[in-house]
C-alpha cells in the first residue's frame, strides 16, 4: 500500500485493518503519535489526514491509502510550526505525551479557524485529555499561535 505521509510517499506492506497509528509507529518509524488508549478518546494519536484532525488509534490503514497523512513529526517545516513555539513560549509541557495529539489538533483548529475564540478553542480541544492538567496553558498557547500565524506579535 501506498501513502504519502509528511509529504513523502511511502510504500508500506501492512494488513488494510491495521491502525494508522500503529503503521507509523511500527512500520515506519514515526514514534512522535502516541499511543494512549486506543478508542480514540484521549487524542494522543491524533494526526491531520488531508488537514483534518483525526485519531489515528482507530482509522485503518485502508482509509488513508491515496491521501495525505501528517504527524507531529511533519508538522514543521524550516523552523518549528507556529503553534509548536506558542507551545514553548507558554510552558504548556509537563510529563510531555499529550502534546504531539493537542499540537495536531490545535493546528487543525487554527487552519479551520484562525481567530478562535476561547469557547472554540475549548470545544475543539475538549477531547485531548492530559493527565498533568495543563489545560489553561494550552488556550493561552492557542491563542498565541493565533496571533503568530496572523504575523503578529503577542
Given at each position: 500500500?501506498?501513502?504519502?505521509?509528511?509529504?513523502?510517499?511511502?510504500?508500506?506492506?501492512?494488513?488494510?485493518?491495521?491502525?494508522?497509528?500503529?503503521?507509523?509507529?511500527?512500520?515506519?518509524?514515526l514514534?512522535?503519535?502516541?499511543?494512549?488508549?486506543?478508542?480514540?478518546?484521549?487524542?494522543?494519536?491524533t494526526?491531520?489526514?488531508?488537514?483534518?484532525?483525526?485519531?489515528?488509534?482507530?482509522?485503518?490503514?485502508?482509509?488513508?491509502?491515496?491521501?495525505?497523512?501528517?504527524?507531529?513529526?511533519?508538522?514543521?517545516?524550516?523552523a518549528?510550526?507556529?503553534?509548536?513555539?506558542?507551545?514553548?513560549?507558554?510552558?504548556?509541557?509537563?510529563?510531555?505525551?499529550?502534546?504531539?495529539?493537542?499540537?495536531?489538533?490545535?493546528?487543525?483548529?487554527?487552519?479551520?479557524?484562525?481567530?478562535?475564540?476561547?469557547?472554540?478553542?475549548?470545544?475543539?480541544?475538549?477531547?485531548?485529555?492530559?493527565?498533568?492538567?495543563?489545560?489553561?496553558?494550552?488556550?493561552?498557547?492557542?491563542?498565541?499561535?493565533?496571533?503568530?500565524?496572523?504575523?503578529?506579535?503577542?
Amino acid at each position: 500500500m501506498k501513502l504519502t505521509v509528511n509529504g513523502s510517499e511511502r510504500e508500506i506492506d501492512l494488513p488494510p485493518d491495521m491502525p494508522l497509528l500503529w503503521a507509523l509507529r511500527d512500520g515506519l518509524g514515526l514514534t512522535g503519535t502516541k499511543y494512549g488508549c486506543g478508542m480514540a478518546l484521549c487524542g494522543a494519536c491524533t494526526v491531520h489526514l488531508d488537514g483534518e484532525a483525526i485519531r489515528a488509534c482507530v482509522t485503518p490503514l485502508s482509509a488513508v491509502a491515496g491521501r495525505a497523512v501528517t504527524t507531529i513529526e511533519g508538522l514543521a517545516g524550516e523552523a518549528p510550526h507556529p503553534v509548536q513555539q506558542a507551545w514553548v513560549e507558554a510552558d504548556v509541557a509537563q510529563c510531555g505525551y499529550c502534546q504531539s495529539g493537542q499540537i495536531m489538533g490545535a493546528a487543525a483548529l487554527l487552519a479551520k479557524n484562525p481567530d478562535p475564540d476561547e469557547a472554540a478553542i475549548v470545544a475543539a480541544m475538549d477531547g485531548h485529555l492530559c493527565r498533568c492538567g495543563t489545560y489553561s496553558q494550552v488556550r493561552e498557547a492557542i491563542q498565541l499561535a493565533a496571533v503568530k500565524l496572523k504575523g503578529g506579535t503577542p
